[in-house]
């Protein structure tokens, strides 16, 4: 399987409509309108310890969209030349993450919720877990 030779700069930051009212907030995330994908699988991620890293991989093919649903945390992306930082901080900021990048998820506060929408179901075919093999496949 060829890796895809994306940039870190092809994942992009995306500041989402709230419902607003006195009594709270929405955001909306459908399939055909404001999620770069079609969406085949949601999951989230909590309970992370402090000081923990989640992600520590690479996807051939995945696509995600990565909520802060609560709390914050960093996502640090990497293409094999460059490195980027993203704080999500705001449960109404959506970050796309194509395919072809390392990740790793850091700096969680205390409760986030990491919600992941994800272009595809589970595969673990699709992952490259080794950073070593990550870097070569990048060249
Ligand atoms: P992983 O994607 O490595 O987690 P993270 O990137 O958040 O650190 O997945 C951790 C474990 O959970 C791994 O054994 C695979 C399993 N898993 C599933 O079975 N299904 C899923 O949809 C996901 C995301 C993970």
Request: proline content about 3%; glycine content about 8%.
């Amino acid at each position: 399987m060829e890796l895809k030779d994306n940039t870190v700069f092809d994942c992009s930051v995306i500041d989402m409509a709230k419902i607003h009212s006195d009594s709270g907030n929405i955001t909306v995330m459908e399939n055909g309108n404001n999620i770069p994908f079609e969406v085949k699988r949601v999951y989230y991620l909590y309970d992370v310890p402090s000081g923990e890293v989640r992600g520590g991989h690479a996807h051939y093919e995945l696509q995600q969209y990565i909520i802060a649903a609560s709390g914050s945390y960093d996502v640090v992306l990497n293409d094999g030349v460059n490195t980027r930082r993203i704080s999500l901080n705001r449960p109404n900021l959506g970050l796309h993450i194509v395919p072809g990048l390392w990740r790793e998820l850091v700096n969680f506060s205390s409760g986030a919720i990491c919600l992941v929408l994800a272009s595809e179901k589970y595969n673990e075919n699709d992952y490259i877990r080794n950073y070593n093999t990550f870097l070569k496949l990048k060249k």
